[in-house]
Nanobody, 123 residues
Framework: QVQLVESGGGLVQAGESLRLSCTAS????????MAWIRQAPGKERELVAA????????YDAESVQGRFAMSRDNANSAVFLQMNGLKPDDTAVYYC????????????????WGQGTQVTVSS
């Protein structure tokens, strides 16, 4: 079982930045693709960004391209989401997720989830 712990959420004003972190409790971190998934109130979950085990394979949602950047640190079993130019529409609970093998846009294929961290962007 992989445990994922997110941190870094908070309340910011539009245009500001936040950096989310997620650490994984597994010695096999490099076997897992990692993702950030968010869910806004009253909306479906959305895949924000994902990286393959090597970091070469990648997905970034069109809604965040040019503003958000996901990275992974395999040496420390961690992933990050740098969020710049935040908008009120980015308000959501952000989850870190992991799955064995390649990245997938199917949210139900992500096997392990963190508890989530709240990001609130005021206008």
């Amino acid at each position: 079982q992989v445990q994922l712990v997110e941190s870094g959420g908070g309340l910011v004003q539009a245009g500001e930045s936040l950096r989310l972190s997620c650490t994984a409790s597994t010695q096999y971190f490099t076997a897992y693709a990692m993702a950030w998934i968010r869910q806004a109130p009253g909306k479906e979950r959305e895949l924000v960004a994902a990286r393959s085990p090597s970091g070469i394979g990648r997905y970034d949602a069109e809604s965040v391209q040019g503003r958000f950047a996901m990275s992974r640190d395999n040496a420390n079993s961690a992933v990050f989401l740098q969020m710049n130019g935040l908008k009120p529409d980015d308000t959501a609970v952000y989850y870190c997720a992991a799955r064995s093998g390649a990245i997938s846009q199917r949210l139900d294929s992500w096997e392990h989830w963190g508890q989530g961290t709240q990001v609130t962007v005021s206008s």
